[in-house]
């Protein structure tokens, strides 16, 4: 039996940046975590000891500092897409690099009624995602963009049913015409290029998201889901794949008829867990192959 190394990658996980652009009075604020992770040929470094390819991962950093100087004008996939192709381009062992990013909003603090120049309120808890994935030199070179957000926690309170569903013995759910429907949205698009107005698509995309989820009069979370990626794709042709992952928060309409009061799905009880996970992909049937867009930094864990 021989022990082999298997796949591997390295990187500086979760750089904390803040991006102040201060030309002007006016003050702008970008706020990201950026992950930085190098594939190549590392096995000296795994198997003896031997660091000479290895890029410290405190240079990995440093590298995604010195590049938010750019963020005062790109965006998370512009800043990505040029992080990537440095360590691809410029440094040899490097054979892809992968820079995931989250972008955290911040909206300007009101001030007797008007917007502050300098001070600003966290909005929300909703991030915009972002990776990017260089693979090879010159015109060898392959690149995948994916954009996203995460921590979109959006609930309606009618328009939503479940029933119909397979029963067995130890199925005891009753059936709903009417239901509270609730998640926190991880909704993830795989771009066909690496040229596109990527704020105005994310606006985009994520008003499409929040407009299905409210519109499609919903018969189970699972066609919701498929009806949101479906008007992406619709809407867009530079993304190939939705990818939604989408916890059903379950709101329980309380007894309250046990105290002789009347609950006309008026009063629930959110329960925190467990959670329905409920997880698709939605794509067009000639989308360009995924290559690595979808393995993601974690994917060791
Ligand atoms: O939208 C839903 N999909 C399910 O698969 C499911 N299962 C369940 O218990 N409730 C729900 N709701």
Do not use: C
Request: charged share 25%.
């Amino acid at each position: 039996m021989a022990i082999i190394l298997g796949d591997h990658q390295y990187g500086k996980a979760e750089n904390r940046i803040v991006r102040i652009v201060r030309d002007t009075p006016r003050h702008e604020i970008h706020d990201v975590n950026v992950s930085t992770a190098l594939r190549g040929d590392f096995a000296p470094a795994h198997l003896v000891g031997d660091q000479s390819n290895v890029l410290p991962t405190d240079s990995q950093k440093q590298t995604a500092y010195a590049y938010a100087k750019r963020l005062g004008t790109a965006s998370i996939e512009e800043y990505g897409l040029s992080l990537a192709r440095h360590f691809v381009d410029d440094v040899p062992p490097v054979a892809a690099a992968r820079i995931e990013i989250e972008d955290y909003a911040w909206e300007r603090a009101l001030v007797d009624g008007v917007e502050h120049d300098h001070t600003w309120v966290r909005k929300g808890q909703e991030v915009r995602t972002a990776s990017v994935t260089v693979e090879g030199r010159g015109d060898a070179q392959r690149t995948w963009i994916t954009g996203g957000l995460k921590d979109l926690v959006i609930l309606k309170s009618t328009g939503s049913e479940f029933h119909g569903f397979y029963e067995d013995e130890y199925t005891v759910l009753e059936p709903t015409t009417d239901r509270v429907m609730a998640t926190s949205l991880v909704a993830t698009w795989r771009f066909t290029t690496t040229e596109a107005d990527w704020n105005a698509v994310y606006a985009g995309v994520r008003s499409l998201l929040v407009r299905q989820f409210a519109v499609v009069h919903s018969l189970a979370l699972q066609q919701t889901l498929y009806e949101m990626g479906k008007a992406v794709l619709e809407a867009y042709d530079v993304i190939a794949e939705v990818r939604l992952s989408a916890p059903n928060k379950h709101h329980f309409r309380y007894d309250l008829e046990r105290f002789g009061i009347e609950n006309d799905n008026e009063v629930f009880h959110a329960d925190d867990r467990p959670y329905g996970l409920i997880q698709a992909s939605v794509t067009r049937d000639d989308a360009p192959d995924a290559g690595p867009a979808w393995r993601r930094q974690d994917a060791f864990a």
